[in-house]
């Protein structure tokens, strides 16, 4: 019996109330009309098609989210075993449907997103065949991925890469870089004998200089190449350098091989590298790139990479948002770059993966412009002119159903409208490994400082990593984010906000120390059930502490909301109530 397509099912357990009053085994014999072909929600079935594969043509390449028939359990209550299995049962029949059809093929399932990748012949089958499937929630195309638009900076140079308008190479003063100074690193060492050992972070970017020989400050636990939706490992793939530069601000060597500062933030946390780009980081690539980090018990996955906006709305995917879903789920963080498309305090598009409300999506501050004397006036920050403003480039917004991008199906359990960023870190002139951008003069290793909210997400995995290897207990994502989340720190402003998080800041620049401090103190997890007045639930309604941890009701209108606080006062306001 595949129980995770009957409603009255939960957890994947079907009890049955028979009128017997002796106890013991006994007998149930559960009949089947033979006559008759099972296909789930067919009639009701509501399935979203991406505009682009509307007039589509030819051989091409869909992404099918399914829906995992879980009758209302959410999938936050699961685990990486359950989900799998979950996965087994309701990928199979959506698979078996699609090799039926005449010149289409599944190229690969993946339980982490559950989702089907197939190659389509569009001129022999229209995309509504495919949606029509049952179980099928959405259909999109196998779209591809981009580091972020660079910001455009100074007149001659533009983007991660500064060419010719930049700081001198003598940027730093002291042992640690200021973004690290910023989050606060130098504290967290005074205070714990912890960096990053016991955990992992797994990058997904494009490669290395040089695959053949690395860098010195990087030492790989794990390297993998991400192309067709397969991972294959032990190989950097094609030289790259936009994610040397990530995986070196997330994890590069306590005592760097050349004369910089140290700029890694975990330095002992095991790192995984995946290339995503060798061929292309098409949706595809990132779906088995994350669940292969899952499978690998990432604590966090750190993306810097989305793709332009569309029409200046905020591009989401029904996939991405499953996947981060499941991750979650299964004890991974996902920590993503919010984009470059900011238009100084007016913020500016979000795109997937960081306008999904599962992502925790990091915007870039800046540092005091007296410690970088030769920055153009042109980049200073033009909020307030002082420390700790957020890079004009730094994209953010208020996410909702009008904003999103046609073919996306808002989810019940999204909150009608929310802000990202979540957080913000170091991203305006970011020393790292790699030539990434300006080069710093060293005979011992290639060093760059670039900057783009790609240099600030590396920030937040590195600290993801340093909280949970300074804590005894195995924290859950939520308590990671909100122990990140609660502890920011950010002036007063009139910027747009929903409930504690604004366009800029979100609820903050992250610290580390303060971070871990709480994540060690007695964490509260409030449990409720959020209705309207007739008692019917609301689903997506968003449950907030006073300090900025953030979840949303499922589709019960049950919620979880962890919280870093032994007390405190919890918002709900579900736009329209």
Known sequence: IDVAR??????????????????????????????????????AQSTAVAPELTDATGETTVILSVDRLLGGVSTSTLDAETLQANSDR????????????????????????????????????????????????????????????????????????????????????????????????????????????????????????????????????????????????????????????????????????????????????DLIKINAFEEGAFLEDLLVSVQYSVEQDADVVGMSLGFPPVADEDVLLNPIDDQMEAANAAGTIVSVSAGNEGDFDSGGPVTSPAAEFGAFAVGASADDPVNIDEIPAELVPPNTGSNNDIAFFS???????????????????????????????????????????????????????????????????????????????????????????????KPDNEFESIGARDIRYGTGIINVTAATLAAQSDNLAVDGTVTDGDGAPIPGAPVESEDGALTAADTDGEFTLQTTQSETNVTVDPFGF
């Not at 509504?128 to 049952?134: F, M, Q």
């Not at 972020?148 to 870089?177: I, K, M, N, R, Y």
């Not at 994209?395 to 802000?419: C, D, H, K, L, N």
């Open 6 to 43: 009957i409603a009255d099912a939960e957890n994947d357990t079907l009890t049955l109330d028979a009128e017997i009053t002796d106890p013991g085994n006994h007998t149930v014999e559960i009949f089947a009309d033979v006559d008759s072909e099972f296909e789930p929600e067919t009639a």
């Open 90 to 269: 309701t990928l199979e029949p959506v698979a078996a449907r699609v090799d039926d059809l005449p010149g289409a093929e599944v190229k690969n399932q993946f339980w982490v997103g559950n989702a089907i990748s197939a190659e389509v012949d569009l001129d022999e089958h229209d995309v509504e065949e495919l949606a029509a499937i049952p179980g099928v929630e959405a259909v999109v195309p196998n779209v591809e991925f981009e580091t972020p638009t660079p910001p455009a900076v100074a007149a001659g140079g533009s983007g991660d890469v500064q060419t010719d308008h930049g700081p001198t190479p003598e940027l730093e003063a002291g042992e640690f870089t200021y973004g690290l100074q910023q989050i606060d690193v130098p504290g967290f060492d005074e205070q714990f004998d912890a960096r990053g050992n016991n955990t992992t972070v797994s990058i997904i970017d494009d490669g290395v200089s040089d695959p053949d020989d690395g860098h010195p400050d990087l030492e790989f636990a794990q390297t993998a190449i991400a192309a067709n939706g397969t991972v294959t490992e032990d190989t950097l793939g094609s030289p790259g350098a936009h994610g040397e530069h990530v995986a070196g601000t997330a994890t590069g060597a306590a005592e760097p091989a050349g004369d910089v500062p140290r700029y890694g933030v975990a330095p002992d946390a």
């Open 395 to 489: 994209s953010g917004g208020v996410i909702s159903e009008g904003t999103a991008s046609p073919g996306f199906i808002y989810p019940e359990t999204y909150p009608r409208q929310y802000a990202q960023p979540d957080v913000a870190a170091p991203g305006l002139f970011v020393i790292s490994s790699g030539p990434l951008g300006e080069p710093l003069e060293d005979d011992t290793a290639v060093y760059s400082h670039s900057l783009g909210t790609s240099m600030a997400q590396p920030h937040v995995a590195g600290a993801v990593a340093l909280v949970q290897s300074a804590t005894d207990e195995e924290l859950g994502p939520k308590q990671i984010e909100a122990a990140l989340a609660e502890t920011a720190e």
